[in-house]
């Protein structure tokens, strides 16, 4: 069974940036594409990035190009989310989740269905 645990968030300032990571339990890490999600109080998650097996990504939203960056290293069995010049905004729960498709398909939960604990990441000065 594929497992997936999220570390890494945090209080950050306006501006500053924090790396999440998204710990893999399985060795076939490489047959699955994973997406890095958020979910604010009140709001429905969304789908931000996702990396392919092939390791080919995928933005899904425009609020996060140019400052979220997505990457996978299999050695440690991990994927990471780079977040830079972070806003208020980004204040949410942040989750990663697996597809049993190698390539990014759409950020629905019929695609992506293993999904790890979230870290929480909070934003503010």
């Known amino acids: 069974q594929l497992q997936l645990v999220e570390s890494g968030g945090g209080l950050v300032q306006p501006g500053g940036s924090l790396k999440l990571s998204c710990a893999v339990s399985?060795?076939?890490?490489?047959?699955?594409?994973i997406g890095w999600f958020r979910q604010a109080p009140g709001k429905e998650r969304e789908g931000l990035l996702c990396i392919s097996k092939s390791n080919r990504t995928r933005d899904y939203i425009d609020s996060v190009k140019g400052r979220f960056t997505i990457t996978r290293e299999k050695v440690n069995k991990a994927v990471y989310l780079q977040m830079n010049d972070l806003k208020s905004e980004d204040t949410a729960r942040y989750y990663c989740?697996?597809?049993?498709?190698?390539?990014?398909?759409?950020?629905?939960?019929?695609?992506?269905?293993?999904w790890g604990q979230g870290t929480q990441v909070t934003v503010s000065s």
């Open positions: 989740a697996a597809d049993h498709a190698p390539l990014c398909r759409n950020p629905t939960e019929d695609n992506f269905d293993i």
């Open positions: 399985e060795k076939t890490l490489g047959y699955y594409a």
